[in-house]
């Protein structure tokens, strides 16, 4: 729990890394003691939403919607072979 309080590591990777250089514990050993902590409630993990878009405009703006820009374009290459103009289609 020093650890946490001390350095405030923000992954538990971070916190497996630095219970292993001041402790030198097996990386079993690291595991089940923080799945111990957090089974009593003194460790708690956080979603990092700054990983997720929350919003539409931050979705469509992210690399998570690469596939939808990507569809759209496939769909609309197509249309843009004809003039609304042409009087017939080829």
Known sequence: MQIVKNK??????QLAELMYKEHRLLQQEIIE?????????KL?????????????KGYLSSSYSY?????ITIALQPLQQY???QKTLP
């Not at 003691?33 to 409630?41: A, K, P, V």
């Open 8 to 13: 405030h590591p923000k992954t538990v990777r």
């Open 33 to 41: 003691q923080i799945l111990d902590l957090q089974n009593h409630g």
């Open 44 to 56: 708690t993990f956080k979603e990092d939403t700054a990983l997720f878009p929350l919003t539409l």
């Open 67 to 71: 596939w939808y820009w990507a569809i």
């Open 83 to 85: 003039s609304p103009y």
